[in-house]
């Protein structure tokens, strides 16, 4: 069964970096039947894509977000990472971490991560 | 980008009825619209891709039809369960895009 964890500071202060990571099991981040998505969800409010990691390190961003925005993925410990900087309160939402099925028909997301609430706030 | 809009914003229902859902797409996403239902503190879960194909362990009371720009979630008989939040999201084009949700509330 694929399970994704999300990990990492609840508390990040104005202009600062956001940091989170993803651990990954049931699955490895390197199969190329799927690629690693961000999602976030302010609270009371719609969903987000931040943005995307495919297995070959490739990525796709938000344009929105894409000036602040790094997705990067550590192999050996099967995890995946966000860093968003220079954050605001407007950034305080509960962070998921996602699988995405690629493909010409893929794109969905198949399993999600419990969520990680991140307050921006001093 | 594209926007997804989707109506009502909440409707109120009784268990046993049936209910349909309505997404709308700002430009065409053929069939590359999927369906999540949320609980209050959990995350999305997957009930649908490429508009009618149930993703795994999703009842047969789920079925989702359109295309294009116009699509709809329909649960034939509502269970106790299924009252939650109803989210479509359009995974024709970058970046993806979700609507803003219905929510399904107890009458």
């Known amino acids: 069964q694929v399970a994704l964890q999300e990990s990492g500071p609840g508390l990040v202060k104005p202009s600062q970096t956001l940091s989170l990571t993803c651990t990954v099991s049931?699955?490895?981040?390197?199969?190329?039947?799927?690629?690693w998505s961000w999602i976030r969800q302010p609270a009371g409010k719609g969903l987000e894509f931040i943005g995307r990691l495919y297995t070959s390190g490739s990525t796709n961003y938000n344009p929105s977000l894409k000036s602040r925005v790094t997705i990067s993925m550590d192999t050996s410990k099967n995890q995946f990472s966000l860093s968003l900087n220079s954050v605001t309160a407007a950034d305080t939402a509960v962070y998921y971490c996602?699988?995405?099925?690629?493909?010409?028909?893929?794109?969905?997301?198949?399993?999600w991560g419990q969520g990680a609430l991140v307050t921006v706030s001093s | 980008e594209i926007v997804m809009t989707q109506s009502p914003a909440t409707l109120s229902v009784s268990p046993g009825e049936r209910v349909i859902l309505s997404c709308r797409a700002s430009q065409t996403v053929i069939t590359k619209l999927a369906w999540y239902q949320q609980k209050a503190g959990q995350a999305p879960r997957l009930l649908m891709q490429?508009?009618?194909i149930r993703a795994t362990g999703i009842p047969a009371r789920f079925s989702g039809s359109g295309s294009g720009t116009e699509f709809t979630l329909t649960i034939s008989s509502l269970q106790s369960e299924d009252f939650a939040v109803y989210f479509c999201q359009q995974y024709n084009d970058w970046p993806y895009t979700f609507g803003q949700g219905t929510k399904l509330e107890i009458k």
């Open positions: 490429g508009r009618s």
């Open positions: 996602a699988r995405g099925v690629s493909g010409f028909w893929g794109g969905y997301t198949d399993y």
């Open positions: 049931g699955d490895s981040i390197s199969s190329g039947s799927y690629h």
